[in-house]
């Protein structure tokens, strides 16, 4: 199975900051996806991309953008992070001709 | 209506017994259905994939698919105290270039010694 790597397991920012929350896999597959999960609202997604430099926009990318300059690699960034924001966010991959989503540790986000 | 329904939870059942999750879906077109098992705090787990009606059997772990229903079960035999976690449903909806997942709100399900 793919590994799936993610830059901070924790993290605390303030409002207006720019984060940048990273994520590494260690195969070749095309697609990689960010959700957010927070209490009751489930898993929410964010972004996607199915290759180098292509993006499509998820169910709530309003305040989000991403970059996928490396097919290991897939950002996101919050330009102006907002308490709103705060949540659990979740990489995942999927390729290799299969359906399966793979996830990472996931990044705890506080927003204050 | 959700795209995926599963009960809330939390269901509790005995160490030992069988415990049996549910989930319901809206897409007829809907081509693969998994469940993920997720411990609080941490991210969710891939423990069954499966495509096509019947069951689908991995160690304590069955998937049940039945599309004309459009149902999907997880049944978990000799529970352990270990199983307990939220289970989520998820289901490709098979379109568009990157197969985009359909997650439930997961079951939070209880193993009781």
């Known amino acids: 199975d793919v590994k799936v790597t993610q830059s901070s397991r924790y993290l605390v920012k303030r409002t207006g900051e720019k984060v940048f929350l990273e994520c590494v896999q260690d195969m070749d597959h095309e697609n990689m996806f960010w959700y957010r999960q927070d209490p009751g609202l489930g898993l929410r997604l964010i972004y996607f991309?199915?290759?180098?430099?292509?993006?499509e926009k998820g169910d709530i990318p309003e305040g989000y953008s991403v970059s996928r300059e490396k097919k290991e690699r897939f950002s996101l960034i919050l330009e102006s992070a907002s308490t709103n924001q705060t949540s659990m966010y979740l990489c995942a991959v999927q390729g290799g001709g299969q359906y399966e989503q793979y996830f990472g540790p996931g990044t705890r986000l506080t927003v204050t | 209506q959700k795209e995926v329904e599963q009960n809330s939870g939390p269901l509790s059942v005995p160490e030992g017994a069988i415990a049996s999750l549910n989930c319901t879906y809206s897409d007829r077109g809907s081509q693969s259905f998994f469940w993920y098992r997720q411990y609080s705090g941490k991210s969710p787990e891939l423990i069954m994939s499966?495509?096509?009606?019947g069951d689908k059997e991995d160690g304590r772990f069955t998937a049940q698919l039945n599309k004309a229903s459009q149902y999907v079960s997880l049944l978990i035999r000799d529970s352990q105290p270990s199983d307990s976690a939220t289970y989520l449903c998820a289901v490709n909806r098979g379109y568009s270039s990157a197969s985009k997942i359909i997650f439930g709100s997961g079951t939070r399900l209880s193993i009781r010694p």
């Open positions: 991309s199915y290759d180098v430099k292509m993006k």
């Open positions: 499966i495509y096509s009606n």
